[in-house]
């Protein structure tokens, strides 16, 4: 079965502080990859996907994420956090041959800075 | 750009009783999307609509959850009987077609007692 792991449930940074977190998914085929992000009290947002291509993808807001097939993986990263990216982070996958927003989630890391 | 409108925001209900959520996605968008998301994890997709045609419900519980999108715009998500453990935020998404990004609402938050 598909499935999605993310390592962290909740991540603790000051601002400035480099940020990086892990997304791994399972499946057998071709996959599209996203990150979503939800701040507070909002909706949830696209941060960035990777289709195909260079397989480092920068995103809105300084964020980055490179997808290494051989591992699985598509972490994210940011060098350098502010409070206002404190916010809970979901990465997500689907298979290409189907729409984008069906969408596997894993179970989100909650991210919070200090100032 | 209006965003995907949802109500109720929340909502409480005692088990066994049913419940409606609505979605108005944004204007022009064909595909349509309800997810349930429980604490502590990720959205769970439950059914697809393209136009007013339903392209995948694999994870729809039919026992007791329906969904209709009767003229290709607005959606209404029903529980019937509800579980205490159908408590989550239902989101409904949307986007122009099967091949754009999907955009999110702010979701019903729906306790069972």
């Known amino acids: 079965a598909q499935s999605v792991s993310q390592h962290n449930h909740h991540v603790i940074l000051s601002e400035a502080a480099s940020l990086e977190l892990g997304c791994n998914y399972s499946?057998?085929?071709?996959?599209?990859l996203f990150w979503y992000v939800q701040y507070p009290g909002q909706h949830l947002q696209l941060l960035l996907k990777?289709?195909?291509?260079?397989?480092l993808v920068k995103g809105i807001k300084g964020f980055e994420a490179e997808f290494i097939k051989s591992k699985f993986s598509f972490n994210l990263r940011k060098p350098s956090v502010q409070w206002s990216d404190t916010a809970e982070y979901f990465c997500?996958?689907?298979?290409?041959?189907?729409?984008?927003?069906?969408?596997?989630f894993g179970k989100g890391t909650k991210l919070s800075v200090k100032p | 750009e209006a965003g995907v409108a949802q109500s109720p925001r929340y909502k409480i209900i005692e088990k066994r009783q049913s419940v409606a959520f609505w979605c108005n996605p944004i204007?022009?968008?064909?595909?349509l999307y309800w997810y349930q998301q429980i604490l502590g994890q990720g959205p769970k997709l439950l059914i697809q609509?393209?136009?007013?045609?339903?392209?995948?419900d694999s994870q729809l519980p039919k026992d007791r959850f329906s969904a209709e999108r009767l003229k290709g715009v607005d959606s209404t998500l029903k529980i019937q009987p509800a579980k205490l453990e159908d408590s989550a935020v239902y989101l409904c998404?949307?986007?122009?077609?099967?091949?754009?990004?999907?955009?999110f609402g702010q979701g019903t938050r729906l306790t069972v007692v």
């Open positions: 499946y057998g085929g071709t996959v599209n």
């Open positions: 609509f393209q136009n007013n045609g339903v392209v995948d």
């Open positions: 204007s022009g968008h064909a595909t």
């Open positions: 990777y289709f195909s291509g260079d397989p």
């Open positions: 997500a996958v689907n298979a290409i041959r189907r729409s984008q927003g069906n969408l596997i």
């Open positions: 998404a949307s986007s122009r077609n099967e091949d754009t990004e999907a955009f």
